[in-house]
């Protein structure tokens, strides 16, 4: 079956530590994207990809790093640098690396990071 | 002001009522629109776009104004299933970033038997 996968579905950690959360997609899409929802607001974009080898910032990049190395993954690192990381993060991916007019997205099942 | 705007709820409604969400873009030059359902702790599912004529799929009618720059969502015949969040979602074009989805924080409904 084709589609999204986030792993791990809960993720606890200490304050400072480091921790990477895993993105991965087999439905061939060009573009990647994280995002952080907290409770009661909308999602907010962290980084995206339009292209392998290619990442961008998005609103609130801050405290994290993404790589793309391979067309199928997008990892996220949310460093010890991110004040607030407790959160719900989603990857989602869309067919084109131009991001077009009418260009719906596809998300994966998220990953609820707690830093205690 | 936020670059999309929804009123948060809940709406609450019996089973079988017709309800209508709004949803407000301030970016005039936003080019695409579409209406994500959330449920309780998983991720956002596309429930369809909308389109300029406005569009309808089964018992989910979508509209689309771009004079007043506002997006409904009508429902027709609620189910108990249709409990969840709505998002709305608009496609607007960023300088140098091309097109980039702006999510709204999302409706609640709760459809009671």
């Known amino acids: 079956d084709g589609g999204i996968t986030q792993s791990p579905k809960y993720l606890f950690r200490k304050e400072g530590q480091n921790v990477t959360l895993s993105c991965e997609q087999n439905l061939n899409h060009d573009a990647m994207y994280w995002y952080r929802q907290d409770p009661g607001q909308g999602l907010r974009l962290i980084y995206y990809s339009q292209i392998v080898n290619d990442f961008q910032k998005g609103d609130i990049a801050e405290g994290y790093s993404v790589s793309r190395e391979k067309k199928e993954s997008f990892p996220l690192t949310v460093t010890s640098a991110q004040k607030n990381p407790t959160a719900f993060y989603l990857c989602?991916?869309?067919?084109?690396?131009?991001?077009?007019?009418?260009?719906?997205?596809?998300f994966g099942p998220g990953t609820r990071l707690t830093v205690l | 002001r936020k670059e999309v705007e929804q009123d948060p709820g809940p709406f609450n409604v019996p089973e079988g009522a017709t309800v209508a969400f709004n949803c407000t873009y301030s970016n005039s030059a936003s080019q695409s629109f579409f209406w994500y359902r959330q449920d309780c702790r998983k991720e956002p599912k596309l429930l369809m776009s909308v389109y300029s004529s406005g569009n309808e799929d089964g018992r989910f009618t979508a509209q689309l104004n771009r004079a007043s720059q506002y997006i409904s969502l009508l429902i027709r015949d609620s189910k108990l299933s249709d409990s969840a969040t709505y998002l709305c979602?608009?496609?607007?074009?960023?300088?140098?970033?091309?097109?980039?989805?702006?999510f709204g924080q999302g409706t609640e409904l709760s459809v009671k038997p």
């Open positions: 989602a991916s869309s067919p084109s690396g131009q991001i077009r007019f009418y260009n719906e997205q596809f």
């Open positions: 979602v608009v496609n607007t074009l960023v300088y140098n970033q091309g097109g980039k989805l702006i």
